[in-house]
């Protein structure tokens, strides 16, 4: 991409941002997101409550029994002890259901609320702007939605259950700690009191440095996912010792952030363990004291010896919750970083144009116009905050929204196309020629919506791009990009991903034949192991390039689209599948608005009217006769096309070497007998 005219602005972002979010905030996604985990929220807490509630009986019972029966033996001491024992044991029994029954409700709403937040997030990615997730690396939005939300499922699994019972039975403690003694109990809380006030601090640097462990850990997962899926070049390059010292350094930093994120948490242990220390050793100490002399502090405390038993129990059933919750501090912290890097997706706007808003195309073949249209890869997504108002139903983008007319705010990147105004009939076959960097892409990225104007307006049908409703858009334009993507599934499956309904209906596969017939790609097909059921492997391994670019003109002729891009959809053919995906390509184009985006110069000899882009402008545009005897760009981009192919005819081979076509031919054949002999093994 060649251009001047630096832009300047705000870089784009990527996701939203909730590093920085209050705890009122995370409470409200909290409770928007995953609904699951708050409905009911309740009877959750009735449940640890009544748990926490039947531990707690046990120094009532234990006192009881000390102060009526077994310090002051007589008849009914028996009695006595028996019914603190089964009060003690029932009490037990209860608070085991309860348990019981709160780790179920727990774990079930919360595998459940993660699940359906896994499954909101992809239909979230699905929906972010071609522009902003051009900027996240998939093994980030990877990382969000499994390893990260994986920390939330280990912490419910090793405690937070426990931690939410044992919370409920803190609070029962002190205030029965209160109600034995106020004068024992105000350290015992104030001490509490300041200890929960330091640990809100170190839990805000230990929150932030667990979300840049979470971080480091997805770049971590690019890096390697990187180094294994490019493993081929890698080992065709000799690079091995860079990918494996750039893989060493990012796992050098996850254990860096995992070091440096110690500090704090051995910190906040260390002082938890000095306040508890400070708690025990004062109740035993003063309660013992005042129970022997109750004249130490007026007004002395009367307690007798069950009561400081209880009393004693009551501490340790207070202790114990504040030590787990100091010393959980980081499962915590971790859960509740990798829960906000999920939402963070969810908070992201959506790009989908719906809603009363949003405008249906004109039937039949599109006309294209760009007036004064200006784009650059620098810019934020601009268009998205009007495009999730229309999602949300909220008023019409209207002809003047920010992705189509006026002087959008600048990005800090530099201009691929400039001041374009172009218009493209309806049915019209059109190619866009240009050296490497013209614009020619980018071009192509803004009438499918991957890339938003800066300037000017962008119209289909007559209709500003942005106002068009997504389903719309989806079922009336299509783009067969020069790399297709394919499923790792069969090429029936690829191409019937197009297909906007049940795939398994008779009728989608009536309209799957017709359409390998029509585009004349029986003959290849039978020719394959399986035939059409024959699997492509992971991203169309198993596949040629051009039998790739086969399969998605068959997928796109399946959409039957009114406007039809082709970014270089015949650059990387051998000439064998040359003849196959011309003839697919003169079926598909017929009765409909068709881009071609070339660099081949047989592609614009066969179009209706050529555009030449220079520097993001159209300097010439005409039709090919015109444009090849006339001064300028495209003569001088067709001759030296003409001068390397002539030269390339003429270039002598080995003896050994076959005549033209043959070695493809040649390959081919050898890539369909891999092929058989990988489904026979």
């Not at 330091?198 to 390697?224: D, H, L, N, P, T």
């Not at 029986?522 to 596949?543: H, K, N, Q, S």
């Not at 051998?574 to 110069?601: C, E, F, K, N, Y």
Request: charged share 20%; aromatic share 4%; no cysteine.
């Amino acid at each position: 991409m060649s251009s001047t005219n630096p832009a300047s602005g705000p870089a784009p972002a990527r996701l939203a941002d909730l590093a920085g979010a209050r705890g009122r905030t995370l409470i409200h996604l909290l409770r928007t997101t995953t609904p699951m985990l708050t409905s009911g929220l309740a009877l959750t807490l009735l449940l640890a409550f009544v748990a926490g509630a039947g531990r707690i009986v046990t120094p009532l019972t234990v006192q009881y029994a000390l102060d009526h029966g077994l310090l002051h033996p007589h008849p009914g001491t028996a009695d006595v002890v028996l019914r603190a024992v089964g009060v003690g044991a029932g009490a037990t029994v209860l608070a085991a259901a309860a348990s019981g029954w709160l780790n179920r409700r727990v774990f079930r709403r919360t595998e459940a609320a993660l699940a359906q937040l896994r499954a909101d997030g992809v239909a979230r990615i699905h929906e972010i702007s071609y522009e902003r997730f051009a900027r996240i690396p998939s093994a980030d939005l990877v990382s969000r939605l499994t390893s990260d939300l994986d920390t939330v499922t280990t912490f419910v699994q090793n405690g937070g259950v426990l931690l939410l019972v044992n919370a409920a039975q803190m609070v029962i403690a002190a205030v029965l700690i209160s109600i034995y003694s106020w004068q024992l109990a105000l350290p015992v809380l104030a001490a509490a009191a300041l200890l929960l006030v330091v640990m809100r601090r170190i839990q805000a640097v230990v929150g932030r440095r667990f979300s840049v462990v979470r971080e480091r850990v997805s770049a971590m997962q690019s890096v390697i996912g990187e180094a294994i899926i490019g493993i081929a070049v890698i080992r065709s390059t000799g690079t091995e010792r860079r990918s494996r010292a750039a893989a060493d350094e990012s796992i050098e930093q996850v254990a860096a952030a995992q070091r440096h994120t110690l500090v704090p948490l051995h910190t906040n242990t260390a002082l938890g363990e000095v306040a508890i220390s400070f708690i025990t050793t004062f109740i035993v100490i003063a309660g013992v004291r005042w129970s022997v002399d109750n004249t130490w502090w007026e007004p002395g405390l009367e307690l007798s010896a069950g009561e400081l038993v209880a009393l004693l129990l009551l501490v340790t059933f207070f202790v114990r919750p504040l030590q787990l919750l100091v010393t959980m501090l980081g499962e915590v912290q971790s859960a509740v970083a990798g829960w906000r890097r999920a939402i963070e997706v969810l908070a992201t706007p959506s790009a989908v144009v719906a809603g009363p808003g949003a405008r249906e195309l004109p039937p039949g073949p599109i006309a294209v116009d760009l007036h004064g249209v200006a784009a650059s890869y620098g810019d934020a997504n601009v268009g998205v905050t009007a495009n999730a108002g229309l999602a949300a139903g909220g008023g019409s983008a209207g002809g003047d929204s920010a992705a189509n007319v006026g002087d959008v705010a600048a990005g800090d990147g530099l201009l691929a196309l400039r001041d374009v105004t172009i218009g493209i009939d309806p049915g019209e076959h059109v190619a866009v020629v240009g050296e490497t960097g013209s614009g020619k892409s980018t071009f192509a990225r803004l009438l499918t919506r991957q890339l938003s104007a800066r300037r000017g307006r962008v119209l289909l049908g007559g209709i500003p791009i942005a106002q068009v409703g997504d389903r719309s858009f989806q079922r009336r334009i299509a783009i067969v990009p020069q790399d297709p993507f394919l499923f790792d599934a069969t090429i029936a499956d690829n191409i019937l991903a197009g297909v906007h309904g049940d795939t398994r209906a008779p009728e989608a596969r009536e309209a799957l034949d017709e359409i390998v017939d029509s585009l004349g790609l029986r003959p290849w097909i039978e020719t394959l192991p399986d035939g059409i059921d024959t699997r492509v492997g992971v991203r169309g391994a198993r596949l040629s390039a051009g039998e790739r670019q086969l399969v998605a003109l068959a997928r796109t002729a399946l959409v039957d689209p009114d406007l039809l891009v082709l970014d270089e959809a015949t650059s990387g053919v051998d000439p064998a599948t040359d003849v196959r995906v011309q003839h697919a390509l003169d079926a598909l184009t017929v009765g409909r608005t068709t881009i071609s985006i070339a660099h081949r110069m047989v592609t614009a000899e066969r179009a209706d009217r050529i555009l030449v882009f220079d520097d993001g402008r159209i300097v010439q545009n005409g039709r090919h006769a015109d444009l090849v005897t006339r001064p300028g760009r495209y003569a001088d981009l067709h001759a030296v096309w003409v001068d390397h192919t002539v030269a390339a005819d003429h270039v002598p081979r080995p003896r050994e070497e076959r005549t033209e076509g043959d070695g493809d031919e040649h390959r081919e054949s050898a890539s369909r007998h891999t092929l058989r002999n990988d489904r026979s093994t």
